[in-house]
């Protein structure tokens, strides 16, 4: 069981009911886990909406913050297969325009955010890339999915006139353009 030693003792049983869930769902249909389960932006869309019914006539403040679409892509299977690779554009660039970029520019073009334990870019096929940016639009579609029953929930509870959506993001992905991938 997994064990959070700084949080309260219902968290950790919470966690541990949840590591058997895991173990039971898992041994049973191991795919059915990640694309039903164990996907953050789906969850952090399922407590907002939640959150949402439970404070319907009071008011308050929600951020969702889902931590797609970043590193590692790995949308659910039922996502990616929406988008096709081969049609994916390549990344652009040029070679030589890494010799003007700083220095973090140039070591984050060998490896994701010059980790070596991440992306190995210099060694990416253009298969690979393509399979990046595939997987990258797979993201976003569930993100855009979950914003949108944030939305149909909050219409649906009566709330979407007098409530401000704000949506921002941290940055843009680079996609390997400009020898990239941020």
């Known amino acids: 069981p997994i064990t959070v030693p700084y949080r309260s003792s219902v968290l950790n049983q919470l966690l541990t009911n949840m590591d058997d ?3 039971s769902v898992f041994h049973i249909c191991p795919r059915l886990w990640y694309s039903v389960w164990n996907n953050q932006s789906t ?12 404070q319907q006539g ?3 403040l929600f951020s969702y913050n889902c931590f797609a679409p970043h ?8 996502y990616l297969a929406r988008y096709n690779p081969d049609e994916m554009p390549l990344p652009k660039g040029r070679a030589w ?3 003007s970029k700083t220095t973090y520019q140039q070591l984050d073009s060998k490896f994701a955010h010059n980790d070596p334990d991440g992306y190995n870019i210099a060694a990416m096929r253009d298969t690979d890339k393509r399979e990046v940016t595939a997987a990258y639009y ?12 944030i939305m149909a929930a909050l219409e649906e509870t ?3 006139e007098n409530t401000i ?3 921002m993001s941290d940055h843009g992905e680079m996609l390997g353009d400009h020898g990239m991938y941020t």
């Open 97 to 99: 325009e890494l010799d």
């Open 138 to 149: 797979a993201m976003i579609e569930l993100i855009d999915e979950g914003v949108g029953r």
């Open 165 to 167: 959506v704000i949506f």
């Open 58 to 60: 009071n008011p308050w």
């Open 71 to 78: 590193h590692p892509f790995d949308p659910p299977a039922d």
């Open 158 to 160: 009566g709330q979407l």
């Open 43 to 54: 969850w952090c869309a399922n407590m907002a909406i939640e959150f949402i019914r439970e």
């Open 21 to 23: 869930l895991y173990l």
